[in-house]
């Protein structure tokens, strides 16, 4: 069903090439993913694949070329076809010879809209997070929620032309490429595009559930969908959830899921504020928020989280996706394995 590659190493020039690989660049991210099972996404994509007509790349091959786009802040598609056949460490991360063909743009192109389409990407970081929970990474979560504004792939002072008068408000709802964008505020800021939402967990450090949506939809809107993402894939290890005041009101649906409400109240809850204050544990809780923007400022500065680079939500959320899996494999193997766990 998929086509039969060489791999890296497999003569005499290229084995010379990764054992200095292993030797000189042991410490990079790439030299230590790639003993990494990435099987789960050939389980996942098996069944989108003919089993007539000519062989196709591996899936598993295609997402990690995928994956070196965000996790190596390539800047398009060109330059990644490019790499993945001139870079060493590419090559050796891909585990593939010199001598094999690798997928071209359009190829590429093709995969990426075939994961988005199946909903695969939420798959492949589910995976991800329970691959960190069964090395002993993620243990009894308390989780923070926040959003980021992620900016659409969208000129608007070319598009501000197509204004008919100062009170055409529906300007860039008729012209905009990206038909799933809007407009909306962070704070006192307005912007045009999507909003990335999560729950770090504040031990590890890692994102454990993400969620995409257009700008002009509330922090609250999505937030029990997110919680019942994070209880669904760790269990009765998600045990708390602390976040802004924008999260206050949804005390029932995290008592539902057997949370522990650690929200910070609003203004106008005064009992509910005392209450909570005189916890030590929600004490804590509160001082670790600040966890949440870890994950936001990494992904804009070093993995261009900033800009969707895409039109879409699916596209923008597959995006946001990528970079908080590049994200959590740094943070993993970072760091030597917890006693006990498997290699």
């Not at 501000?160 to 038909?179: C, F, I, Q, T, W």
């Not at 004490?283 to 994950?295: D, K, N, Q, T």
Request: proline content about 3%.
């Amino acid at each position: 069903m998929f086509k039969e590659l060489r791999g890296f190493g497999g003569n005499l020039f290229e084995a010379e090439f990764a054992k200095n690989v292993k030797e000189n660049y042991a410490s990079h991210l790439l030299v230590k993913l790639a003993d990494f099972d990435w099987s789960f996404i050939r389980d996942e994509a098996k069944n989108y694949y003919s089993k007539n007509g000519q062989h196709a790349f591996d899936p598993v091959l295609m997402f990690k070329i995928l994956f070196l786009k965000e996790g190596m802040n390539l800047n398009s598609d060109y330059q990644l076809e490019e790499l993945i056949n001139l870079h060493i460490l590419f090559r050796f991360f891909l585990n593939v010879s010199f001598d094999d063909n690798l997928p071209d743009r359009s190829t590429i192109v093709v995969f990426r809209n075939m994961l988005v389409e199946k909903g695969l990407f939420d798959k492949a970081f589910h995976r991800i997070v329970l691959y960190a929970q069964e090395k002993g990474f993620l243990k009894d979560c308390l989780g923070a929620a926040d959003s980021t504004v992620i900016e659409a792939k969208v000129n608007l002072s070319r598009w501000a032309k197509k204004k008919e008068d100062e009170n055409d408000k529906d300007y860039l709802d008729r012209n905009s490429p990206d038909k799933d964008a809007a407009f909306g505020a962070k704070g006192d800021k307005k912007f045009y595009g999507y909003k990335s939402h999560q729950i770090t967990d504040v031990g590890s450090g890692l994102v454990v559930a993400a969620l995409t949506t257009p700008a002009n939809v509330h922090d609250i809107k999505p937030f029990p969908d997110l919680l019942a993402l994070g209880k669904a894939l760790l269990q009765e290890r998600f045990l708390a959830i602390t976040g802004d005041k924008a999260y206050g009101g949804r005390a029932k649906e995290i008592f539902d899921l057997g949370l522990i409400d650690f929200v910070i109240p609003k203004d106008n809850q005064v009992f509910w504020k005392q209450w909570k204050e005189s916890n030590d544990d929600y004490v804590y809780a509160r001082s670790m928020r600040c966890m949440v923007e870890v994950p936001f400022a990494v992904g804009k500065r070093s993995y261009r989280l900033k800009r969707s680079r895409y039109w879409g939500e699916l596209k923008t959320h597959a995006q946001s996706l990528l970079t908080y899996m590049a994200y959590n494999l740094k943070k993993i193997f970072a760091v030597p394995l917890p006693a006990g766990a498997a290699a």
